[in-house]
C-alpha cells in the first residue's frame, strides 16, 4: 500500500444496507455493512420510511466500525464520497447530509456518486485497474442494465424495458413462497434443482431493435401461470426445479446478450456488477460463455457485488486519482440518476 495515496470514506445509503468503505488508493481498508433488510421481510419489499430511519439509527455506529476496522480516526480521511443516486430519495438524503457534515466539519472534498458507476468500479479493489475499452452488464434490484466504460466515460447500451433482473428474482421467490430478499434463495434452492426441468421464455432473445435490451416482466408472469397449472393438475412443484430453471431463464438471456454486446463493442473486456452479480449460475455461465467468445471476464467477489460501502470509496477514490473536481456543496441527491452523470 503506497501511504501517499489519500484515504477516502465511501457511504452508500440509497436502499436497504447502510454501508460505509474506506481505501487508500485501490486498497480496501474497512467495509463495514448494517442491513435493515430484515425489518423490510414481512412486507415482502423494502419500505422506504422504515429504510431511512434505519439509515439513521446505523451511521455513527458504522462509521466507528469501519474507523476501528481500518485503524484510522476520523481525521486521518481526506476526502468523503457518498451515493447521491439513483434510490430511495430518503434514504439517499440520509447518507448525503451525514457525507457533507463530515466533509465540511473536517474541511474535506466531498463526491457525490453514482451508485451504478460506484457497482462496476468496486471491481478495482480486487482485479487492479479497469481495462478499457470494456463492456458492463449490471444488474441489481432496480437496474438492468449493458454499459460501456470508455476513456473515463460510462454510456448506456441498453436497459430493461420493465423489471430489473433482481426484481424478477425478489418477485418469483415471492410467488414461491421464499422470503425477501429472494434472489439469493433463488440462487441456494437451484442448487438442488435441474435447470432444464421447465423451459420458461427469454424475452427479447432475438429482436434486434432490442439486441441489447431486456424484459423481464413475462417471465414473472409465466412462472405465476406454470404455478398455478400445476396446482389446479394437483401436481406437487418442485421449488427447487422452479428456481433453477427460472435462474437458469435469467442467467442465459443476461450472458448472451452481455457476450454479443461485447463482440458488437469490439471490448476485449466484460465486468458483471450489481447485486444479482453474486448469482453463482450467472457467474459460472458468464465465465463459460466469455471463454468461448475469447473475452475477459472480470466479477467482484459476491461480497462485493451486493450493495456496499467499499464500492463508494473506491469510486471516489477513482475520481480523487483522475483528479475530477469536487462535487459542490449543494449537490442534490437524484433518485432516478442515468449511468452516464458518474458524479456531481
Ligand atoms: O445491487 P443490490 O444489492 O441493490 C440494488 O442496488 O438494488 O441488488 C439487490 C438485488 C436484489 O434483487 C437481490 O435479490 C439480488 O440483487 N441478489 C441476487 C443474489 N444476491 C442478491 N440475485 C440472484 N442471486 C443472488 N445470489
Ligand atoms: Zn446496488
Excluded at 247 to 266: F, G, N, P
Excluded at 320 to 337: E, K, N, Q
Aim: aromatic share 4%; net charge negative; hydrophobic share 45%.
Amino acid at each position: 500500500m503506497s501511504s501517499d495515496e489519500p484515504l477516502i470514506l465511501g457511504i452508500e445509503t440509497s436502499c436497504d444496507e447502510t454501508g460505509i468503505g474506506i481505501v487508500r488508493g485501490r486498497d480496501l481498508l474497512a467495509n463495514a455493512l448494517a442491513s435493515s433488510a430484515p425489518e423490510h421481510a414481512r412486507f415482502g419489499g423494502v419500505v422506504p420510511e422504515v429504510a431511512s430511519r434505519a439509515h439513521l439509527e446505523a451511521m455513527l455506529p458504522t462509521i466507528d466500525l469501519a474507523c476501528s476496522q481500518a485503524g484510522i480516526s476520523m481525521s486521518d480521511i481526506d476526502a468523503v464520497a457518498v451515493t447521491a443516486g439513483p434510490g430511495l430519495v430518503g434514504a439517499l438524503i440520509v447518507g448525503v447530509a451525514s457525507a457533507k457534515a463530515i466533509a465540511l466539519g473536517l474541511g474535506i472534498p466531498i463526491y457525490g456518486v453514482n451508485h451504478l458507476a460506484a457497482h462496476v468500479m468496486v471491481d478495482e479493489l480486487e482485479h487492479g485497474p479497469l481495462p478499457e475499452p470494456v463492456v458492463g452488464l449490471l444488474v441489481s434490484g432496480g437496474h438492468s442494465s449493458l454499459i460501456t466504460v470508455s476513456d473515463g466515460h460510462f454510456e448506456g447500451l441498453g436497459h430493461t424495458l420493465d423489471d430489473a433482473a433482481g426484481e424478477a428474482f425478489d418477485k418469483v421467490a415471492r410467488l414461491l413462497g421464499l422470503p425477501f430478499p429472494g434472489g439469493p434463495m433463488i440462487d441456494q434452492a437451484a442448487q438442488s434443482g435441474d435447470r432444464d426441468s421447465i423451459d420458461f421464455p427469454r424475452a427479447l432473445r432475438t429482436d434486434p431493435v432490442h439486441a441489447f435490451n431486456f424484459s423481464f416482466s413475462g417471465l414473472k408472469t409465466a412462472v405465476a401461470r406454470w404455478v398455478k397449472e400445476q396446482q389446479r393438475a394437483g401436481n406437487t412443484i418442485s421449488v427447487p426445479d422452479v428456481a433453477a430453471s427460472v435462474q437458469e431463464a435469467i442467467a442465459d438471456i443476461l450472458t448472451s446478450k452481455a457476450v454479443m454486446a461485447a463482440v458488437a463493442q469490439d471490448a476485449p473486456h466484460l465486468v458483471i456488477a450489481g447485486g444479482v452479480a453474486a448469482n453463482s449460475r450467472l457467474r459460472a455461465l458468464a465465465a463459460e460463455r466469455c471463454a468461448v467468445a475469447g473475452i475477459e471476464l472480470r466479477v467482484p467477489s459476491p461480497g462485493l457485488c451486493t450493495d456496499n460501502g467499499a464500492m463508494v470509496a473506491a469510486l471516489g477514490s477513482h475520481l480523487v486519482r483522475i483528479g475530477a473536481a469536487p462535487s459542490p456543496v449543494d449537490f442534490p441527491v437524484a433518485s432516478t440518476l442515468a449511468v452516464d452523470r458518474v458524479h456531481f
